[in-house]
């Protein structure tokens, strides 16, 4: 399996490509966010330690804009917010979907028509429990983003006419493709992605 920016940008359509080695942070940087904790690899994940607020990872290569589909497991650590939070593109656009803020229970994406996760209709709440893994599982098409928690669809909503962009804030340093935690350690593994159909 190749972990090089090069091969992740074109696998076939409908193969899982692996995005982390288990090893180490090849192919990612750790997020410039201001007061950021460390980022390091440790018994096959991930950890995303506690920033003062946050600490993430960014994606160095290249990624599809849509058409999409990505997994991962992640497990907070300590701290009471959002512990993996996911920053992906949207055709011309970014978008976040975040697990477990605004206080450690709200999952939804940040932002459609400019309303962050916890004032549009893709807010819901989980309990996430510290030092549990969670499969996380999100798909991004021209007109939807779809998104699960171990087999919970958490997100259904169509884009299509809608604004989808970024909070503001420093979560935009996270695109095209980035993990963020929020004061919170969070650790990750297993990230993958595939193509939904064959790149155009």
């Given at each position: ?12 359509a409908?193969?899982?490509q ?25 018994n ?10 946050l ?13 999409y589909?990505?997994?991962?497991e ?54 996430f429990?510290?030092e549990?893994?969670?499969?996380f599982?999100?798909?991004v ?6 998104a ?11 884009i ?9 804030g ?15 350690t ?9 193509l ?5």
């Open positions: 399996m190749l972990y090089a920016a090069a091969a992740w940008a074109q696998p076939k409908g193969e899982w692996s995005l982390f080695d288990g090893k180490s942070l090849q192919g990612w940087r750790e997020t410039p966010f201001t007061g950021r904790g460390p980022a390091r690899v440790e096959g994940a991930i950890v995303l330690g506690a920033g003062k607020p600490t993430g990872i960014t994606l160095t290569g290249s990624f599809p804009k849509s058409n589909e990505v997994r991962f992640a497990a907070r650590r300590e701290g009471g917010d959002f512990f993996a939070s996911l920053t992906f593109p949207v055709q011309d656009s970014f978008c976040t979907w975040v697990t477990g803020g605004w206080g450690g229970d709200i999952v939804g994406l940040s932002s459609l028509d400019g309303w962050d996760a916890s004032d549009n209709e893709t807010r819901s709440y989980v309990n429990e510290k549990r893994w969670y499969a599982r999100l798909e098409t021209d007109d939807r983003i779809l699960w928690i171990d087999d919970r669809q958490i997100v259904n909503v169509a299509a006419g809608r604004s989808v962009g970024l909070r503001y420093e979560i935009k340093l996270s695109a095209p493709f980035g993990f963020a935690s929020y004061a919170t969070g650790v990750l593994r297993k990230i993958e992605y595939r939904l159909r064959a790149a155009r």
